[in-house]
């Protein structure tokens, strides 16, 4: 595992996060390890994994409302979860209307959790099955 970067949680002093990634070529998720040293800390000593895209676009969803968006994944119970600490964010609803484009940050326990929560997302909002690409840059 590679350490990206280090930082320090705002208003917590004692909170240090760790991005991480996965010394895997087929690993698609990063790991955010986090250590606090107290449990009223932001993120109270627990790992996360994280898989991220601005680029999942289907030029069907240009038809999509930001609202109906939100709505799929929130009825398929994706949404982000402060209790637990996971779950999907989306970003980028405004470009919906352009081509068709969002993004989408899927937080998990472990690297395949987040990309579990990834493409449930994508299947969440793309149900009939049309392969939404995610194009690299």
Do not use: W
Request: glycine letters at 8%; proline letters at 4%; aromatic letters at 2%.
């Amino acid at each position: 595992m590679q350490i990206v970067s280090a930082s320090r949680c705002s208003g917590e002093p004692s909170c240090v996060v760790t991005r991480c990634r996965v010394a895997m070529p087929t690993a698609r998720a990063t790991t955010v390890a986090t250590s606090c040293r107290t449990a009223a800390g932001c993120c109270r000593g627990s790992t996360r994994a994280y898989r991220s895209s601005d680029n999942v676009i289907d030029p069907s969803l240009a038809e999509r409302s930001p609202q109906s968006v939100i709505d799929a994944v929130r009825d398929a119970g994706l949404q982000f979860d402060s209790s637990t600490g996971t779950g999907v964010v989306l970003h980028m609803l405004g470009c919906l209307a352009v081509d068709g484009r969002f993004g989408v940050t899927a937080i998990g326990r472990t690297p395949d959790h987040a990309d579990a929560l990834y493409v449930a997302t994508v299947a969440a909002v793309v149900p009939r099955g049309v392969a939404a690409v995610e194009l690299s840059r």
